[in-house]
């Protein structure tokens, strides 16, 4: 199988090491904010956004977990993990905002969460049974690889169009937190610190999916030439 073959962890080595170091940031800048006071949970940090922005039918419900907080676009309802919801921190302000900003990404219709969310049960396919394809076709059909190849595709563009969503968020986030009042100038620093090293894992990731279709076009391109 690939994973151990020497060649695709120099490939996906660039993203390995962001990977790690957006962890340490994100780490280091998320227990730096949680030792800063916000005059909201996050919570009532996000019902405020909410409500500002006309969304008042979107509910907030406690989830468990730690970092579980999301936005269920499906159900109309932002879900966020126990230490968020509760805290009165700069931490859980930032997370919570920035899981508003998706809330108001779908009802202002934003073009990128909206293909992000068409391509999610395809690209859920292609980030295991695309692989699975490759493996298999290595040893019995080179069409099976091109199928394998395209599907896993399918979960590289989801990764590249999140990037825009995600960031999007964060300075949606940003901007309503220091618009409402909920955060100063000085705030504003420990947010952006949580919310930049939140994006590089984003960044990490999509690039390890670049990096794993290159490395699969390779093989390919490879054992087309050998025949």
Wanted: charge should be positive.
């Amino acid at each position: 199988m690939f994973y151990w073959d020497p060649i695709y962890f120099l490939y996906i080595a660039p993203a390995f090491l962001l990977g790690l170091w957006a962890q340490m940031r994100i780490q280091i800048a998320y227990s730096q904010a949680q030792q800063r006071p916000a005059p909201l949970s996050g919570a009532a940090a996000a019902r405020h956004i909410l409500d500002s922005a006309g969304l008042q039918n979107v509910e907030i419900e406690q989830i468990p977990g730690r970092l579980s907080d999301h936005y269920d676009s499906r159900a109309k309802v932002l879900r966020l993990s126990e230490e968020v919801y509760q805290s009165r921190t700069l931490a859980a302000v930032g997370i919570a905002g920035h899981e508003s900003g998706h809330a108001i990404q779908d009802a202002r219709a934003y073009a990128p969460l909206a293909i992000r969310n068409a391509v999610v049960p395809t690209a859920s396919l292609g980030s295991s049974l695309g692989i699975l394809m490759v493996v298999l076709g290595a040893a019995f059909s080179r069409y099976l690889i091109f199928a394998g190849i395209g599907l896993f595709s399918c979960f590289v563009f989801f990764q590249l169009i999140n990037l825009p969503v995600e960031f999007n968020a964060s300075n949606r986030a940003k901007t309503q937190l220091v618009q409402l009042g909920i955060i100063n100038d000085e705030g504003l620093v420990y947010v952006k610190k949580v919310l930049n090293a939140a994006a590089l894992t984003y960044v990490a990731a999509t690039l390890q999916a670049i990096m794993t279709l290159l490395y699969l076009i390779m093989r390919l391109s490879g054992g087309s030439n050998r025949d």
